[in-house]
């Protein structure tokens, strides 16, 4: 492995024009990075992408690396680009493994982060780091919202995730888990406590449906939700994947690591919403595909799909007569998910759009003073690295806003 990122590190042609951080959502200093790492500075290196991007050993692992910095490479136009997803992840877990918390100013003041996905991870290390006492409100047993409840194992390994529950304790943030606001305690509590800011972090938790006969049958079940512990379901031997998102992926490949012999995706379109590095593995562990269908109906032998064909303007009309069933023993819906409303029902002062996503501004301030939102529960589901590009931002109007009380 270090011969390997050494090679690579060696291969960077630094650029005076880098393309690679124009290609990255939080315009990761890679150069930098690769230079400290050659040089054999790769302390100052790991603490260079801590401060740049908190999350940066996550992003080593999940980002979509082919079209952002390595898709950028310039040595990819012609050959194989600087596989900077490899030095970035060597750097940062060793770094991270030896992190101590430097000295600070406590300010006394406090600070509530509901949630501990990307965004909320962000925040409050952010917060920490400035004096601010932070407190996470985690629904949850475990911190790390999707990253350890919507991302695999091999994919995400989640003692990072537990590492990261260690730095932030080392900084002195408080942790409940198993804690919900908008039930026992609301949003009006956290202030009546003296928390001078809130941020709501919560994602993108209720899977959307299909909207057709038999999704509530007992041999259906939403991806996001399977994600959340595979090991509590028993899907089958056949199982039928509705969506073609990095999700569907997941899923897909989740199920056959627990048993099942065949998993097909079926996609509405031609093409698939999913990462071709994602796409690639996924067929490699065996998973299929079928494209250019659409589910009508699902009974318990199955789900039933009808063919679409796509015209050169993009038009779709649906091929008559063509409804036929694909056996399963079960199947999942992974096409997409929104936020729940249990905060903002109970809150009062906080807008919403019709998709039920938090109104922000540019600062990530709501539309009631002192809360403050980013990640999927503002954007809808996207990047861990656009999660934290936005979450940076907001912790430093955050930090303006309490400073100023």
């Known amino acids: 492995m270090a011969l390997h990122v050494v090679n690579e590190a060696k291969r960077c ?3 005076k024009k880098p393309l690679c951080r124009t290609g990255c959502p939080i315009n990761t200093r890679i150069p930098d ?3 400290y790492f050659l040089n054999g500075r790769i302390d100052e290196a790991g603490e260079m992408l801590f401060a740049d991007n908190p999350l940066s050993v996550v992003c080593s692992l999940v980002c979509d690396h082919e079209k952002q910095c390595e898709g950028h490479c310039i040595l990819g136009r012609k050959g194989s680009p600087v596989h900077i997803s490899s ?3 060597y ?5 991270l493994a030896g992190y101590r918390p430097p000295e600070r100013q406590k300010n006394g003041k406090r600070a509530a982060i509901i949630g501990s996905g990307p965004a909320g991870i962000t925040i409050a290390l952010v917060l920490a780091l400035r004096g601010y006492e932070v407190t996470i409100f985690e629904s949850r047993d475990r911190i790390g919202g999707v990253l350890r409840y919507g991302i695999p194992e091999f994919r995400l390994p989640k ?3 537990d590492r990261y529950k260690q730095v932030l304790l080392s900084l002195g943030v408080h942790i409940r888990p198993n804690t919900s606001i908008g039930g026992a305690l609301r949003i009006d509590d ?3 406590d003296g928390y001078l800011s809130i941020f709501i972090g919560t994602g993108v938790w209720r899977a959307n449906s299909l909207h057709i006969p038999g999704e509530s049958l007992g041999n259906v079940h939403f991806a996001i939700d399977y994600l959340c512990n595979p090991s509590v379901y028993d899907p089958g031997q056949t199982v039928a994947v509705i969506g073609a998102g990095n999700a569907a992926m997941d899923a897909a490949r989740t199920i056959l690591r627990n048993g099942a012999r065949h998993v097909t995706v079926y996609a509405r379109k031609a093409s698939v919403a999913a990462s071709p590095r994602e796409v690639e593995y996924a067929k490699i562990d065996g998973v299929r595909f079928r494209f250019c269908v659409r589910p009508v109906e699902i009974r318990p032998e199955g789900v039933v799909l009808r063919n679409l064909e796509y015209g050169e303007d993009g038009s779709v009309t649906e091929t008559p007569d063509s409804d036929h069933l694909e056996a399963a023993d079960s199947v999942i819906i992974a096409i997409g998910q929104g936020p729940k409303d249990k ?3 109970t809150a009062g002062g906080i807008e919403v759009n019709d998709r039920g996503l ?7 301030a709501t539309t009631r003073p002192g809360i403050f939102a980013s990640g999927d529960v503002v954007r809808g589901a996207k990047t861990v690295v656009e999660a934290v590009h936005c979450s940076k931002k907001v912790a430093d109007a955050m930090d303006r806003y309490m400073r100023e009380l």
């Open 13 to 15: 042609l630094h650029c």
């Open 33 to 35: 990075m690769i230079e």
């Open 190 to 192: 956290l202030f009546r």
């Open 343 to 345: 905060i903002v029902s």
């Open 159 to 161: 003692t990072i995730l």
């Open 87 to 89: 030095i970035e992840n």
């Open 91 to 95: 750097i940062s877990e060793r770094f």
């Open 358 to 364: 938090v109104l922000t501004d540019a600062d990530g």
